[in-house]
């Protein structure tokens, strides 16, 4: 982690190490986790998810080992531009330009669905490109 960079954490437990990764379990909380009514819904809302962090020769974690893994806010944000803004950006201009080109609602509206298909799926293809940049770290 370089100084002073803002970071993303979250606590969590090692479930295993394997080979050249440790597979961490996080709680995973909403954004109204802070509200004054947390105790009543909150618990509902809780998820547990299993994140990969790399293996370095130096570490000396086992399984059960709380830690406090953390990601670059920078990787956070590009994160939700990827997987959010820029696919409602490709949405919103085909609908635009279907809608000055068609003058049809329903055509205009199942075009601009259908281009975030072709989307998504080359976003599956660069997964594993994808992974290697979106990484977290233990602290």
């Known amino acids: 982690m370089r100084s002073g960079e803002p970071v993303i ?3 969590g437990i090692i479930q ?5 990764k440790i597979r961490i379990k996080i709680l995973s909380q909403p954004a109204c986790s802070t509200c004054h009514a947390k105790g009543i819904c909150s618990v509902a809302d809780m998820q547990e998810k299993i994140v990969e962090v790399p293996y370095l ?4 974690y086992k399984a059960g080992d709380e830690v406090i893994i953390y990601m670059e806010k920078t990787m956070g944000n590009k994160a939700v531009f990827y997987a959010y803004f820029l696919p409602f950006v490709i949405l919103l201009i085909t609908l635009i330009v279907m809608l000055n080109i068609s003058h049809n609602e329903a055509i205009a509206g199942l075009t601009s669905l259908a281009v975030l298909i072709p989307y998504y799926f080359i976003l599956f293809l660069q997964r594993d490109k994808i992974k290697k940049k979106f990484t977290f770290r233990i602290y």
């Open 9 to 11: 954490t979250h606590p």
């Open 16 to 20: 295993s190490v394997i080979e050249n």
């Open 57 to 60: 020769p130096d570490n000396k």
